[in-house]
Structures are given as C-alpha cells and as structure tokens.
C-alpha cells in the first residue's frame, strides 16, 4: 500500500505523493512578514489529516476537536495505491468521523468530491 493523493472538499493544498521517500518541507514565502517562520504551515496539520484518514480514532486534543468551527464542514480523501495496482480512496468526514467510505478504482489521482456511488458507503468505524 502507498499513499498516492490526499484532497479535500473545501480549501485545502491537494497532496500528489512521489514514488520513493517523500519530504514535507515548510518555506516561507512573505519574506516582509518576520512574524512568519517555518511553524504554522501545516505539516502538523497534514500529519494529522493522513492519520484521521488512515481511520485513526480522534480523541480531544486532535486539531480538529480542538478547532471544531475550522473543520467540522471538511470532508477529506485519500486515494492509496493497492499492491496490485489498483487504487482505493478513502472518504471521512471530520462532522461525522465515525462514517467511513470506500471506493476502488483503476485510475490514479481521480478527485471523488463530487462522487456519490461508492462501493462502500458510511461504514462504522469499527467495520470499516
């Protein structure tokens, strides 16, 4: 399994991973702004969206527990590379984290935000 391709339904910086290791380097970009260093560009944040996506239980120190009018409305994806081939994105709500959604598929860094057929539709967190 690889982590392939990470969105969201709302503004959020896709991420398409590279084969091999992949780094996450912070830079900033407003050289005028010396309040502004490498903290606070999201590298945490992303750390956690690939957790709660891997259907990591949240508990209340989470980011998203923690910033509830930030994230509630989010609905984030993760498109992963299958030993096969094959690719599987995985669909969870921070509003309803306990529901869980599957869907296959051939091809790589399709965007499902729209998408309403899948194949696996709100599990539990437990089943899923």
């Known amino acids: 399994m690889k982590l392939n391709y990470i969105y969201a339904n ?5 991420v398409k991973f590279n084969s091999g290791l992949n780094l ?18 999201g590298k945490s944040t992303l750390i956690s969206v690939i957790d709660f996506l891997l259907l990591k ?15 509630n409305e989010y609905i984030f994806f993760l498109q992963i590379e299958l030993h096969d081939g094959s690719y599987l994105t995985i669909k969870r709500s921070v ?16 965007n499902l935000v729209e998408f309403e057929d899948w194949e696996f539709n709100n599990l539990s967190l437990a089943k899923a």
């Open 24 to 41: 996450i380097l912070a830079q900033v970009t407003d050289k005028l702004d010396m309040n502004k260093d490498s903290h606070n560009l």
């Open 57 to 71: 239980t949240i508990d209340k120190s989470h980011i998203f527990k923690k910033h509830p009018d930030k994230f």
């Open 10 to 14: 709302r503004s959020f910086k896709e």
């Open 95 to 110: 509003a309803k984290q306990s529901k869980i959604s599957f869907h296959p598929t051939e091809l790589p860094y399709q």
